[in-house]
């Protein structure tokens, strides 16, 4: 059980371009998500939170308008990276907490990997 | 000061040995303590969490919480080749609105 996945794994776009990911829980409902962005041997830093029908809460330092986040239902999430650019290049990681357990207990997606030309 | 203080390794072993990864931390709020295993260019799968401190087994992982010394350790025995990854710890409080806070990893390799 709590599983999670995540589609693309792997995208290259060019710069200028916008690109979606998706995060979806399979066979939980997921009243939380949160979005992370992992550099080479570096830990997660967390980007963002999800909750399901209201808007996300970033991070600082974190641009909301360059990475749209959207959690339309219990089972979806959406990283929208608008305008890409090469330093925005990075591996990203969504995760959704099981309903009442807080982000305690987190369970990962596999990853998506972007690259930008 | 960083919150939560992990060595990056790496860490090598041969098969079979036991295994001792350890975390500090600073933040004496924090409640929950987590270990997750990354292989490379995938995401973390939750090891283990433990509430507070103690300890915790299952199977051949051990996880412990010293709150007193603001210090976690997971021990892993009769370690395997498939154990080569990087093991995560990670932490939160419900005062920070259960915000988890990861370390940075420590990439550990079992040779056969």
């Known amino acids: 059980g709590a599983v999670v996945s995540q589609h693309p794994s792997r995208v290259i776009c060019k710069s200028g371009t916008s690109v979606k990911i998706e995060c979806r829980s399979l066979d939980f409902q997921a009243t939380t998500m949160f979005w992370y962005r992992q550099f080479p041997k570096q830990s997660l830093m967390l980007m963002a939170t999800?909750?399901?029908?209201?808007?996300?809460?970033?991070e600082q330092g974190v641009e909301k308008d360059k990475f749209l986040i959207n959690h339309a239902s219990l089972t979806l999430s959406t990283l929208t990276v608008t305008s890409a650019h090469p330093e925005d290049s990075s591996f990203y990681i969504c995760?959704?907490?099981?309903?009442?357990?807080?982000?305690?207990?987190?369970?990962f997606g596999p990853g998506t990997r972007l690259t930008v030309t | 000061q960083k919150e939560v203080e992990q060595d990056p390794g790496p860490l090598s072993v041969p098969e079979g040995a036991i295994v001792s990864l350890n975390c500090t931390y600073s933040?004496?709020?924090?409640?929950?303590f987590m270990w997750y295993r990354q292989y490379s260019r995938k995401g973390p799968e939750l090891l283990m969490y433990t509430y507070s401190s103690g300890n915790k087994e299952d199977g051949r992982f051990t996880a412990q919480v010293d709150k007193s010394s603001k210090y976690i350790s997971l021990f892993i025995r009769d370690s395997q080749p498939s154990d080569s990854a990087t093991y995560l710890c990670?932490?939160?409080?419900?005062?920070?609105?259960?915000?988890?806070?990861f370390g940075a990893g420590t990439r550990l390799f079992v040779k056969a």
């Open positions: 990670a932490m939160s409080a419900e005062t920070g609105g259960f915000k988890t806070i």
């Open positions: 933040n004496s709020a924090f409640q929950y």
């Open positions: 999800s909750n399901e029908g209201s808007k996300a809460t970033y």
């Open positions: 995760s959704a907490s099981l309903p009442g357990q807080g982000s305690y207990e987190q369970y």
